[in-house]
């Protein structure tokens, strides 16, 4: 069985930066790419960045590309997602996911999700 637990969230201001973190435990967290998720209200969850098992290399959707990165630290079993020059169209709730599947693209090709956090962005 694997946890995941999302972190830091919350309300910022157009232009802002959040930092979220996601503390796994339960499985060899080195073994497996994340990712992060998001979904706002109405709206499917949508793909945001996902990184490898050394975290070297990345991936992240095109309308956050330049403005979040995804980094990891396997000593501490966590990933994180530094979010920059954020607009109110970021704002959703934020999920963190183990990669087991084929595709990082795809919210199916990730087994386990931690329970969210919210991000909301005032304009």
């Known amino acids: 069985q694997v946890q995941l637990v999302e972190s830091g969230g919350g309300l910022e201001q157009a232009g802002g930066s959040l930092r979220l973190s996601c503390a796994a435990s339960g499985r060899t967290f080195s073994n497996y790419p994340m990712g992060w998720f998001r979904q706002a209200p109405g709206k499917e969850r949508e793909f945001v960045a996902h990184?490898?098992?050394?975290?070297?290399?990345?991936y992240y959707a095109d309308s956050v590309k330049g403005r979040f990165t995804i980094s990891r630290d396997n000593a501490k079993n966590t990933v994180n997602l530094q979010m920059n020059s954020l607009k109110p169209e970021d704002t959703a709730v934020y999920y963190c996911?183990?990669?087991?599947?084929?595709?990082?693209?795809?919210?199916?090709?990730?087994?386990?999700w931690g329970q969210g956090t919210q991000v909301t962005v005032s304009s």
């Open positions: 990184c490898s098992r050394s975290g070297r290399t990345t």
């Open positions: 996911a183990l990669f087991t599947g084929a595709s990082y693209y795809y919210a199916d090709s990730y087994a386990y």
